[in-house]
């Protein structure tokens, strides 16, 4: 069967957005848990609770290392540093495997082996094919993760159709696959796929990819505190994450001009295509009630 190419729609992001209601709090709205960064890469963890606070969470917590928790409070105070109630997990951003201490293992493998929807970014991403699971998970590899996590879990080398590669990926391993670029791929067990264009090449700066993670947490969160997923309803959320980076990498550059993007700008940006996207899903409904 040949792969879908077709693109995701800002409609259809926009329908897997939740605003919340007068009958919401914190919880309701999705904990996003972020176990990501190291004493090498504190930065990635202060990007992707930055992204999952302003990609509309109810409530963050983080777990890491003390420089990175320091780091992390000193931008975000909102943020919760201790364990409890999470909806969806984010692990691996700023972390490398070579360097994971056997606890640090141990507890990555047991939110795996849970029952919360998992985010599994670069340096957690050996453990996907290794280790036992029941969470529904979505990866975010860039290629050369994508390449390595094939190599891990004994598949052949990719054949470089990269809608082909990330579909097959997402059936082997049983787990929703976003395979990141200029043009993003989103693929998921059962055969369904759907391409994201980013609307600018500014997005491809470092730390972009960690900001993606914590979005994706907070799209994930919403919709777990609301439902219980599996694999197969990770794709559209992530798709729908990054379309919502995409966009936002595109206003943060054009507020700036038209010029050059920091991940930070990027996470900035995040609130204002959020709230687009929902008054344009508003305005649809709206119209269609009146017609
Ligand atoms: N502020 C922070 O804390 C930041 C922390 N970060 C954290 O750093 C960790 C390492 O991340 P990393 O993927 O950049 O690995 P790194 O060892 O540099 O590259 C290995 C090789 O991979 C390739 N490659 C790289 N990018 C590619 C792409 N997009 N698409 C395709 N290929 C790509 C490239 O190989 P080449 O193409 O040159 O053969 C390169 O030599 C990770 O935990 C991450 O979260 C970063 O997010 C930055 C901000
Ligand atoms: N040429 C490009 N044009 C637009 N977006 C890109 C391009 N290359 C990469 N991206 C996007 O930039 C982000 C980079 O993420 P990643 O590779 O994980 O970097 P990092 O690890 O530094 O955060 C991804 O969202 C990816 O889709």
């Known amino acids: 069967m040949t792969p879908d190419a077709r693109s995701w ?48 969470a109810g409530m963050v917590r983080y777990l890491g290392p003390d420089r990175a928790t320091d780091l992390v409070l000193a931008r975000r105070p909102e943020t919760v540093a201790a364990d409890g109630r999470v909806q969806a997990w984010v692990i691996g951003s700023g972390t490398d495997a070579a360097d994971r201490a056997p606890h640090e293992t141990a507890a990555l493998g047991a939110l795996l082996a849970g029952e919360v929807p998992v985010v599994v970014d670069a340096g957690a991403l050996d453990l996907v094919p290794r280790r036992s699971r029941q969470a529904p998970v979505v990866v975010t590899p860039h290629g050369s993760e994508h390449a390595r996590l094939r190599r891990d879990a004994g598949l052949a080398e990719a054949s470089g159709d990269r809608v082909r590669d990330a579909a097959d990926t997402a059936a082997a391993l049983g787990v929703a696959v976003l395979l990141k670029g200029a043009e993003t791929i989103v693929a998921t067990p059962s055969g369904w796929s759907r391409v994201v264009t980013a609307p600018t090449s500014w997005l491809a700066a470092a730390g972009t ?48 001009g038209g010029g050059p993007i920091t991940a930070l700008d990027v996470a900035g940006a995040v609130p204002l295509v959020i709230g687009e996207l929902l008054s344009a899903d508003a305005g649809d409904a709206a119209a269609q009630r009146a017609e």
């Open 9 to 56: 729609t800002v409609a259809e992001a926009a329908a897997h957005l939740r605003r919340p209601t007068a009958a919401d709090d914190k919880y309701s709205r999705g904990v996003v848990g972020v176990r990501t960064g190291s004493d090498r890469y504190p930065g990635a963890a202060v990007l992707g609770v930055e992204a999952a606070h302003r990609a509309g």
């Open 209 to 256: 990819g960690d900001v993606l993670g914590g979005v994706l947490g907070a799209v994930v969160a919403a919709a777990s505190a609301e439902r219980t997923l599996d694999a197969e309803d990770l794709g559209p959320l992530a798709a729908t994450a990054s379309l919502v980076h995409g966009r936002a990498a595109a206003r943060a550059s054009a507020l700036r």
